[in-house]
């Protein structure tokens, strides 16, 4: 019996940005053998939602499924995924989490924006709220196209928080298909009852990695910087390709940043699942 593909979701608003979120899709998904899903959201309008209607019309619809399939179509000729498309009206947040099982994702690849009838809306803001029971999806959150051909270098701040924990499948995941260099960075801490935390993440950490046979080295940031701007220069001292973190630090890392090396570095989030972890499997 054959085991359905992984898929990758773009959310296709047919706009540069989407262009951009695709190259990282491509790379991503290439390498792991996935699909590719290119999904164009109709935000449903707060009235047409409390009447139970739907705001396009049909034969909108139908025109916009036509310029998206004819999208899929160009792209199919420049990958060797398999692209499929569909046109959806309603909440993202719930299209796109009854997506993750019906569709089979594992990965969704965004613009930082997503643009509906010249209204722009901040995709990290549906997208983190994708907590899924048994699952956690990971978003990429892209500004500019990826730099290098694969993924080399990526970055991963340590946390004492424990659901930090779910950053590590994605961090053998990546490593699994790419051979790519883990690149660990812990904050300075004073507090003792933070120092314990983390410092049994990182024994959890070292263990999970040396058990996979990955390679992957420890800095500590300097104590008089803040730890983001500790973590953005190392990624840029490197030439990082990912920045890897827990979904609920989007904000303090990248939320409207001025820091051109922070636009030009994906975030990959992690939106942790809503049971006790288990292996990696």
Excluded at 24 to 48: F, K, R
Excluded at 60 to 77: G, P, S, V
Excluded at 193 to 218: E, H, P, Q, S, W
């Amino acid at each position: 019996m054959n085991t359905p593909k992984k898929v990758a979701l773009v959310p296709w608003d047919f706009t540069e940005g989407s262009e951009i979120a695709l190259k990282h899709a491509i790379q991503l998904a290439e390498v792991a053998g996935n699909d590719i899903l290119l999904l164009h959201i109709m935000p449903i309008t707060w009235l047409s939602s409390l009447l139970g209607k739907k705001s396009a019309k049909p034969e909108a619809t139908e025109q916009l499924k036509r310029r998206l399939e004819a999208e899929a179509d160009r792209i199919a000729r420049q990958t060797k995924c398999h692209i499929f498309s569909m046109v959806l009206e309603g909440d993202p947040t719930k299209i796109i989490k009854e997506l993750i099982t019906t569709a089979n994702l594992n990965l969704i690849v965004s613009f930082k924006t997503y643009t509906f009838e010249k209204k722009k809306y901040d995709t990290n803001l549906f997208l983190r709220k994708l907590t899924v029971k048994n699952l956690n999806i990971p978003f990429l959150i892209a500004e500019a196209a990826p730099v290098h051909s694969h993924y080399i270098e990526i970055v991963v701040p340590l946390d004492y928080d424990k659901k930090y924990k779910e950053i590590l499948h994605w961090i053998i995941y990546l490593s699994k298909y790419y051979k790519c260099n883990i690149n660990l960075i812990k904050p300075y801490i004073s507090d003792e009852g933070k120092k314990r935390n983390m410092a049994n993440n990182i024994y959890f950490t070292k263990k999970m990695l040396d058990g996979n046979k990955i390679v992957y080295g420890i800095k500590t940031a300097k104590r008089q910087n803040t730890f983001r701007d500790e973590v953005i220069k190392f990624a840029n001292n490197i030439d990082a390709d990912l920045i890897l973190i827990m979904a609920d630090k989007f904000d303090t890392y990248a939320r409207d940043s001025k820091d051109k090396t922070t636009q030009r570095i994906p975030f990959m989030c992690i939106t942790p699942r809503t049971r006790k972890l288990q292996g990696f499997a």
